[in-house]
């Protein structure tokens, strides 16, 4: 099981780039990397997912390395309502048994200033 | 697209009385389940999952239980709610697509007094 760990906090200012990166050293072959983000008494939601090199949508990038072990989420130009919880997942979605692994680390609390 | 409904919003409760949370889950056939438990300032953390009918797993022992009688009805329940159950609780669900994704319910809160 892939343990995952990231910043406790981060802050930032209104239009800003933030990149919070999240490490994963036992990351498997199998394993894809899960971004959600949380606010206050809400579930947590999809923002992004990759498994390697770079994903781009049109809310955030995803950068991994070659060698997996880390990522970074990347919010481009971040608002005041991109203040949330960030959360790194790391899991196998193929296997029968990936629902032993979507576990969730403690996440980053992105606070953004005006 | 999937939609999971999970209620009630919000639950007060006396400690020693039984609790039962319903999610039902919309526009998927054979979903995993999940039930997640997040106390105050705290993250997830992952309480029961489902791959199919009558199929559970348990990740953290405790005095909760859950059940899937039905392909997209996942129940979590107790016999006697402990101070310590307070929390947030999230039904969550799995696409069966390649990529899979979480889809969060809006939350149960529940205050065990």
């Keep these: 099981l892939a343990k995952t760990t990231q910043p406790i906090s981060m802050d930032s200012y209104e239009g800003q780039e933030v990149n919070i990166t999240c490490s994963h050293n036992n990351i498997a072959t199998n394993d894809y990397i899960t971004w959600y983000q949380q606010f206050p008494s809400q579930g947590p939601r999809f923002i992004i997912q990759g498994y390697k090199t770079k994903v781009t949508n049109e809310v955030a990038s995803l950068f991994i390395p070659a060698d997996r072990k880390s990522s970074t989420l990347s919010l481009p130009r971040v608002s005041l309502s991109d203040t949330a919880v960030y959360y790194c997942l790391v899991g196998d979605p193929i296997s029968s048994g990936s629902a032993r692994q979507l576990t969730f680390g403690s996440g980053t609390q992105l606070t953004v200033l005006p | ?113």
């Design chain 2, 1 to 113: 697209s999937q939609t999971i409904h999970q209620w009630p919003a919000t639950l007060v409760q006396p400690v020693g009385s039984p609790l039962s949370l319903e999610c039902t889950v919309e526009g998927t056939s054979n979903p995993n389940l999940y039930w997640y438990r997040q106390a105050a300032g705290r993250g997830l953390q992952l309480l029961f999952y489902s791959v199919g009918i009558g199929q559970i797993s348990s990740e953290v022992p405790q005095n909760l239980s859950a059940s899937r009688p039905q392909d997209r009805q996942f129940i979590l329940s107790s016999k006697k709610l402990l101070l310590s159950d307070s929390g947030f609780y999230l039904c969550a669900t799995a696409s069966d697509s390649y990529n899979e994704k979480l889809f969060f319910g809006s939350g149960t809160q529940l205050s065990v007094l």
